[in-house]
């Protein structure tokens, strides 16, 4: 059994001559797959091979994968962002005139503001990022194999809750059946009472119709159809999270299924108990499909 999650973490650096470097990725949950990447200036010719080599690893789950570079100094200095400063330095303006006792903004402050000052990588050639281009792929698949892992070791863990919140689904339906094995008696019962107290009161009533009124509702009380669905969604759950692969949208699907027939279990109850034991099953199969929302 495989199970992986969809939440993970990852990170794996490197350096060259000319640079440093470092990637990192995080994973959330996701109906699909969905991969933002943040690459740095210059290297947009890297997104194709990087979006493919997480198509091949993952199915499914929101990825923020940044890849961080810093040139050595003789790649580059640090240089002003001119169009960046003339947004700060207008807006600054903007507001001395709204306001007269806006402070004069620093220097250093204005200098500290992000996007303002910026790595000068003019003197960076073509050449010199190809050449890095081995290396960086070299660390996206590290880095890949450490997601892969974090998320098939939380998927581990999922997977034992999950079990542990099945087996509590089945034992709760096996009480249910013993308690619903004797409804059918506890219905006649009190349909009997009632329609003893409905002749002896109440002159002229059709028996035969009373008794076929009871009979209708003794078979709408009926829950054994539901009790044996659930069953089955049982062991097809208990099938998927033994395979492996991607698993989440189909254990989705059969959540739907457990609370639609743990839904009608107590609406057709005519026992207090039996209602009890449907209402905690369906508390039980919603903590289930919240846990079954973090597989991949």
């Given at each position: 059994?495989?199970?992986?999650?969809?939440?993970?973490?990852?990170?794996?650096?490197?350096?060259?001559?000319?640079?440093?470097?470092?990637?990192?990725?995080?994973?959330?949950?996701?109906?699909?797959?969905?991969?933002?990447?943040?690459?740095?200036?210059g290297f947009d010719f890297l997104e194709a091979k990087v979006r493919e080599a997480f198509t091949k690893r993952f199915t499914r789950g929101n990825l923020q994968v940044n890849l961080d570079l810093t040139w050595n100094e003789q790649g580059g200095g640090i240089a002003v962002n001119d169009q960046a400063l003339s947004s700060v330095l207008d807006a600054i303006s903007d507001l001395q005139h709204r306001d007269a006792n806006f402070a004069p903004a620093s220097p250093d402050g204005v200098l500290a503001l992000r996007g303002v000052l910026e790595t000068a990588d003019s003197e960076v050639s073509?050449?010199?990022?190809?050449?890095?281009?081995?290396?960086?792929?070299?660390?996206?698949?590290?880095?890949?194999?450490?997601?892969?892992?974090?998320?098939?070791?939380?998927?581990?863990?999922?997977?034992?809750?999950?079990?542990?919140?099945?087996?509590?689904?089945?034992?709760?339906?096996?009480?249910?059946?013993?308690?619903?094995?004797?409804?059918?008696?506890?219905?006649?019962?009190?349909?009997?009472?009632?329609?003893?107290?409905?002749?002896?009161?109440?002159?002229?009533?059709?028996?035969?119709?009373?008794?076929?009124?009871?009979?209708?509702?003794?078979?709408?009380?009926?829950?054994?159809?539901?009790?044996?669905?659930?069953?089955?969604?049982?062991?097809?759950?208990?099938?998927?999270?033994?395979?492996?692969?991607?698993?989440?949208?189909?254990?989705?699907?059969?959540?739907?299924?457990?609370?639609?027939?743990?839904?009608?279990?107590?609406?057709?109850?005519?026992?207090?108990?039996?209602?009890?034991?449907?209402?905690?099953?369906?508390?039980?199969?919603?903590?289930?499909?919240?846990?079954?929302?973090?597989?991949?």
């Amino acid at each position: 059994m495989k199970i992986s999650s969809m939440t993970g973490f990852a990170r794996s650096d490197g350096s060259s001559p000319d640079c440093v470097w470092g990637w990192e990725v995080k994973s959330v949950n996701g109906k699909g797959l969905d991969v933002r990447l943040r690459l740095p200036r210059g290297f947009d010719f890297l997104e194709a091979k990087v979006r493919e080599a997480f198509t091949k690893r993952f199915t499914r789950g929101n990825l923020q994968v940044n890849l961080d570079l810093t040139w050595n100094e003789q790649g580059g200095g640090i240089a002003v962002n001119d169009q960046a400063l003339s947004s700060v330095l207008d807006a600054i303006s903007d507001l001395q005139h709204r306001d007269a006792n806006f402070a004069p903004a620093s220097p250093d402050g204005v200098l500290a503001l992000r996007g303002v000052l910026e790595t000068a990588d003019s003197e960076v050639s073509d050449e010199q990022r190809q050449a890095l281009a081995d290396d960086l792929l070299a660390g996206l698949d590290r880095v890949l194999d450490q997601l892969e892992q974090a998320r098939d070791a939380e998927g581990a863990r999922l997977g034992t809750v999950l079990l542990g919140q099945l087996e509590t689904i089945e034992r709760l339906s096996v009480e249910a059946a013993q308690l619903a094995a004797t409804q059918p008696d506890s219905i006649r019962a009190k349909l009997k009472e009632q329609i003893e107290t409905l002749m002896a009161d109440v002159k002229g009533l059709d028996e035969t119709r009373l008794h076929q009124e009871a009979a209708l509702l003794m078979t709408k009380a009926d829950v054994r159809e539901e009790l044996d669905r659930l069953k089955a969604h049982g062991a097809a759950a208990r099938d998927l999270l033994a395979d492996d692969g991607a698993i989440g949208r189909r254990l989705d699907f059969l959540c739907q299924e457990f609370n639609r027939e743990a839904n009608t279990l107590c609406s057709k109850s005519a026992d207090v108990e039996l209602t009890r034991i449907g209402l905690e099953m369906k508390a039980v199969i919603e903590q289930f499909r919240e846990q079954v929302q973090n597989i991949e």
